[in-house]
């Protein structure tokens, strides 16, 4: 059974970096073709997909945080990770870590980051 | 890339049938069968429902099913329960190599 468990500061201040780690377990991140990312919801509103990377490194992402992001796989740890800069209130929400694109197929249980002073 | 469009809210009683549409354009839902849906109960995870248009992954009931016609795709849950209470999500990939959710529907069980 796959799990997946997103890691990270829960607060975040205006201008900062808001980076959170995805743990993969009951599955090798790397032995299989599939799609590893995260998705971000904010409080009381809908689902806004941030992005994906394939397990080779190859990313894709949502083109309105593209300029600002970064997500990136360390297979030794079993681990991908994502990293989003100069934040603002806009990118408070929980995040979501998760396995596929096109369905996402398994999800974290989801993190809640606060971007605050 | 704009989000897909879903109506706000739906309901329906107990045993009735209840559909939600899921509207996108020539750049996502139209040229690809890969639409899904997902469940999202209050303060939890969402769950995967249905991809590829109109499949379902093992466990999920045979009461819910997708279907596509033109830029729009559908769910329909038959044999409404209260336990489908819930929001429920499209997304599809795009021509981007991105994906797109749609805004969410909130389904009231009456």
Known sequence: ?117 | QSALTQPASVSGSPGQSITISCTGTSSDVGPYNYVSWYQQPPGKAPKLMIYDVSNRPSGISTRFSGSKSGNTASLTISDLQAEDEADYYCSSFTTSDTVVFGGGTKLTVL
């Open chain 1, 1 to 117: 059974q796959l799990q997946l468990q997103e890691s990270g500061p829960g607060l975040v201040r205006p201008s900062e970096t808001l980076s959170l780690t995805c743990s993969v377990s009951g599955g090798s991140i790397s032995s299989s073709s599939y799609y590893w990312g995260w998705i971000r919801q904010p409080p009381g509103k809908g689902l806004d997909w941030i992005g994906t990377i394939y397990y080779r490194g190859f990313t894709y992402y949502n083109p309105s945080l593209r300029s600002r992001l970064n997500i990136s796989v360390d297979a030794s740890k079993n681990q991908f990770s994502l990293k989003l800069h100069s934040v603002t209130d806009a990118d408070t929400a929980v995040y979501y870590c998760a396995r596929g694109r096109a369905p996402v197929d398994d999800w974290g249980q989801g993190t809640l980051v606060t971007v605050s002073s």
